[in-house]
């Protein structure tokens, strides 16, 4: 045969044509959909005005937005304009005030009510991991951990957004404080379990509560330094590159205890307050002004013209740290990195490089704990004089 007709697979019957329709005529005819709804009209849209309940999936859709929006510290892209249930903190985020379950928290156990109504801030938003959180922006919100941070967080009117209890925790002052100042300021207080608590740390030591916090708020440097000149005794603490924000925390947990006016830092390449600072400080964060400082030089060169000697603790240092009589006077104490110690710059501008006296041949004292033996000698010769 010719062509392909008796090649395998050959198409022995007509061709399908067209399929004849309605014609738009019979019942299966299309209809219009009508007019287009207005913004104030439309459920889904954030600009609705209207009291009719939402539709399941728009409700989804505008919960979703407000947890985000919680997690991160802002308000929210969704709500009824003009509605009395909604509220926004000092750090742009929601909280619900009506409609919450009542909160009781006993000697011997402790209940605290999912918040009513629209959804609270779920839990597990901002993630904590050891030492380091998991990649965040510097607009992203908190969550602070541990008893004494989290009440002292919470007394210090930080703007904070909800707080997470663990279910069965043992109840101490600390933890009925906490939930009666959050109740006391309309912050929503969500229970979970230790395990869900857990993850959101990423494995941090909680002790079964957590307070999520906007990004922290620092002191403006000119600011401190003016408050500290107004202080009988002014003592300030400098950073040179601590990148360990445990050590961070540790050194301005250091700075409350003997009397020091603030703390400031380099904005790069060093530490910042994050979570892991805070929980390190034991709540003295909430007490101490800390500044991040573009220029770590220049702002210790400033110190000096405002009257303040400074000192730079070098194990090298010239002046032994039992001599510095200087003490008694203005002083701003800058302490190095963990690895490298003071920078050339930075210890070139100092007046005097002080050396901690040790007994043992050891190489050298961690960032913190150098910090500390200095600030309890500068308080104790202060104490003396």
């Given at each position: ?30 209809k ?9 009209e ?15 999936r ?25 509605s ?5 903190g ?5 909280t ?21 109504g ?5 839990p ?24 004494n941070p989290?009440v ?21 002052d600390r ?27 990423g ?7 957590g ?16 408050r ?23 050194v301005?947990r ?14 790069r ?20 002004p800390?500044?991040q400082?573009?220029?770590l ?39 190095g ?28 004292l ?20």
């Amino acid at each position: 045969m010719p062509g392909n007709s008796a090649r395998k697979g050959r198409r022995v019957t007509a061709k399908k044509g067209a399929t004849t329709g309605s014609g738009g005529k019979n019942k299966g005819a299309l209809k219009g959909r009508g007019r287009t709804l207005p913004a104030d009209e439309r459920p889904w849209h954030k600009g609705y005005s209207g009291t009719e309940q939402l539709p399941q999936r728009t409700a989804w859709k505008q919960a979703k937005e407000r947890r985000a929006a919680a997690e991160e510290g802002r308000a929210p892209k969704v709500g009824v304009p003009g509605s009395k249930d909604t509220t926004w903190g000092a750090g742009g985020a929601g909280t619900k005030k009506g409609g919450r379950k009542s909160v009781s928290v006993g000697r011997g156990a402790a209940s605290a009510g999912r918040s009513g109504g629209k959804p609270a801030p779920r839990p597990g938003g901002p993630r904590v991991a050891p030492g380091r959180r998991s990649a965040p922006g510097r607009d992203a919100a908190e969550l602070l951990v541990g008893r004494n941070p989290v009440v002292e967080a919470l007394r210090a009117q930080v703007p904070a957004t909800a707080l997470y209890v663990a279910q069965g925790i043992d109840i101490d002052d600390r933890v009925n404080e906490a939930v009666r100042t959050a109740a006391d300021r309309g912050i929503a207080i969500i229970e979970v379990s230790r395990a869900e608590l857990d993850r959101m740390t990423g494995g941090v030591l909680h002790q079964g509560i957590g307070v999520q916090v906007p990004p922290f708020a620092y002191e403006p440097y000119e600011d401190m330094l003016v408050r500290a000149l107004e202080q009988p005794s002014p003592l300030l603490v400098a950073l040179d590159g601590v990148t360990d924000p445990r050590n961070l925390g540790a050194v301005i947990r250091s700075a409350a205890a003997f009397g020091a006016q603030g703390v400031f830092v380099p904005e790069r390449r060093a530490a910042g307050i994050t979570a892991t600072a805070w929980r390190t400080s034991a709540g003295a964060a909430a007490r101490v002004p800390v500044s991040q400082v573009t220029n770590l030089t220049r702002a210790v060169k400033l110190a000096q013209q405002e009257g303040f000697l400074v000192v730079g603790l070098d194990a090298d240092g010239e002046t032994d740290l039992y001599d510095l009589e200087a003490a008694i006077g203005p002083l701003v104490v800058v302490v190095g990195s963990e690895g490298r110690g003071l920078s050339r710059l930075v210890g070139a501008t100092c007046d005097l490089r002080v050396s901690i006296p040790m007994v043992s041949e050891v190489e050298s004292l961690n960032a913190s704990v150098a910090a500390a033996v200095a600030l309890a000698e500068v308080s104790r010769r202060r104490l003396a004089a």
